[in-house]
């Protein structure tokens, strides 16, 4: 099995990394589906970081050098600041929580209204939809998310310091 996993790490990472970021968005989409779960605006950005994960990966696989690496490093720490904002915000009291007035909308509702940068800046300011734990499998979706996007995180920054 080890050396499974080494041949992949060393041969096909790339794609490894598009597939199980793939994965991660088709598994969290057919949750909403199958339970009937609303994701919050948080959980969307969540998946949009994910698609940022697979469409570096897929072009590191083209462009196996540094700045491929560097890129889905980008893309992963992204995604860890998104879902270590979702954590922070679930774990918030109830009176910090109504402070709060940045998840009222559906992600695309707010992208529609005040375009992508100012929904995404909303979208992170948090809200009570957002504080959700919504299914939980030992952890959250966000806390999931968290170390997916760390391990991406650091197996493309050894990656980049072996290439």
Request: include cysteine; charged fraction near 10%.
């Given at each position: 099995?080890?050396?499974?996993?080494?041949?992949?790490?060393?041969?096909?990472?790339?794609?490894?990394?598009?597939?199980?970021?793939?994965?991660?968005?088709?598994?969290?989409?057919?949750?909403?589906?199958?339970?009937?779960?609303?994701?919050?605006?948080?959980?969307?950005?969540?998946?949009?970081?994910?698609?940022?994960?697979?469409?570096?990966?897929?072009?590191?696989?083209?462009?196996?050098?540094?700045?491929?690496y560097?890129?889905?490093?980008?893309?992963?720490?992204?995604?860890?600041?998104?879902?270590?904002?979702?954590?922070?915000?679930?774990?918030?009291?109830?009176?910090e929580?109504?402070?709060?007035?940045?998840?009222?909308?559906?992600?695309?509702?707010?992208?529609?209204?005040?375009?992508?940068?100012?929904?995404?800046?909303?979208?992170?300011?948090?809200?009570?939809?957002?504080?959700?734990?919504g299914?939980?499998?030992i952890?959250?979706?966000?806390?999931?998310?968290?170390?997916?996007?760390?391990?991406?995180?650091?197996?493309n920054?050894?990656?980049?310091f072996?290439h």
């Amino acid at each position: 099995m080890l050396k499974l996993i080494k041949e992949v790490y060393q041969n096909y990472f790339e794609i490894a990394s598009a597939i199980s970021a793939g994965l991660i968005i088709i598994f969290a989409y057919a949750l909403d589906q199958i339970f009937f779960l609303q994701a919050c605006a948080m959980c969307i950005l969540t998946r949009y970081a994910f698609g940022l994960v697979l469409l570096t990966s897929l072009i590191g696989h083209f462009f196996k050098n540094n700045l491929s690496y560097l890129v889905t490093m980008l893309s992963a720490f992204a995604g860890i600041f998104v879902t270590s904002k979702q954590i922070y915000i679930q774990n918030l009291s109830v009176n910090e929580l109504s402070q709060l007035s940045g998840c009222g909308m559906p992600f695309h509702t707010m992208v529609d209204y005040f375009g992508v940068i100012e929904g995404i800046r909303k979208t992170l300011g948090g809200g009570p939809s957002c504080a959700e734990d919504g299914m939980r499998f030992i952890l959250n979706f966000a806390e999931w998310g968290l170390i997916f996007f760390i391990i991406y995180f650091f197996l493309n920054l050894r990656k980049l310091f072996k290439h």
